[in-house]
T-cell receptor, first 114, second 112 residues
Framework: QKEVEQNSGPLSVPEGAIASLNCTYS??????FFWYRQYSGKSPELIMS????GDKEDGRFTAQLNKASQYVSLLIRDSQPSDSATYLC??????????????FGKGTLLTVNP | NAGVTQTPKFQVLKTGQSMTLQCAQD?????MYWYRQDPGMGLRLIYY???????DKGEVPNGYNVSRLNKREFSLRLESAAPSQTSVYFC???????????FGPGTRLTVL
């Protein structure tokens, strides 16, 4: 059964620090990985996608994927109070699974303290 | 562009009542989804439609039915609401199953 596990929160970091969010998945056939951000009371929005092993950087955000170890992480550098939100990791594809749907983790609540 | 719209935004039902949640997208996307989100449970897929004319069950389909009315619209029906269906419901769409899904603002449903 496909599962996604995220590091249990809540995670609290001071402003300007690096926030590290981690996610492990059980399906070795998973091909695509995504990080969504959800502000309180709002809907999720995509912030990063990653398909190959290694790092992918976009501004203050870096996604890291290690398929051999089955984990994906999100680093937020120079964290800002506006980064305070729940971060959801998700994956697509995999053995026997539909390529049309995502499986989401339960999310990690991040709070950035001024 | 409005993106993904959902109606209603809030709804209170009594046990046993029925209702339909409406969703529409104006991005010409082929794939549409219905999720529910409960505290501590993350997003769980109820049903999805990979393309117009097809629908498939997700992780938690029991108690729900869906209709892909046309390419733009995907509705979710609760035939006999139960308190366990109290949740926030999100509709989403994507271009042919792309991992980038665009979410509507959500419907907060309470079943008494």
């Amino acid at each position: 059964q496909k599962e996604v596990e995220q590091n249990s929160g809540p995670l609290s970091v001071p402003e300007g620090a690096i926030a590290s969010l981690n996610c492990t998945y059980s399906d070795r056939g998973s091909q695509s990985f995504f990080w969504y951000r959800q502000y309180s009371g709002k809907s999720p929005e995509l912030i990063m996608s990653i398909y190959s092993n290694g790092d992918k950087e976009d501004g203050r955000f870096t996604a890291q994927l290690n398929k051999a170890s089955q984990y994906v992480s999100l680093l937020i550098r120079d964290s800002q109070p506006s980064d305070s939100a729940t971060y959801l990791c998700a994956f697509k594809g995999g053995a026997g699974g539909s390529n049309y749907k995502l499986t989401f983790g339960k999310g990690t609540l991040l709070t950035v303290n001024p | 562009n409005a993106g993904v719209t959902q109606t209603p935004k809030f709804q209170v039902l009594k046990t046993g009542q029925s209702m339909t949640l409406q969703c529409a997208q104006d991005m010409n996307h082929n794939s549409m989804y219905w999720y529910r989100q409960d505290p501590g449970m993350g997003l769980r897929l109820i049903y999805y439609s990979a393309s117009e004319g097809t629908t498939d069950k997700g992780e938690v389909p029991n108690g729900y039915n869906v209709s892909r009315l046309n390419k733009r619209e995907f509705s979710l029906r609760l035939e006999s609401a139960a308190p366990s269906q109290t949740s926030v419901y999100f509709c989403a769409s994507s271009a042919s199953g792309e991992g980038t899904q665009y979410f509507g603002p959500g419907t907060r449903l309470t079943v008494l």
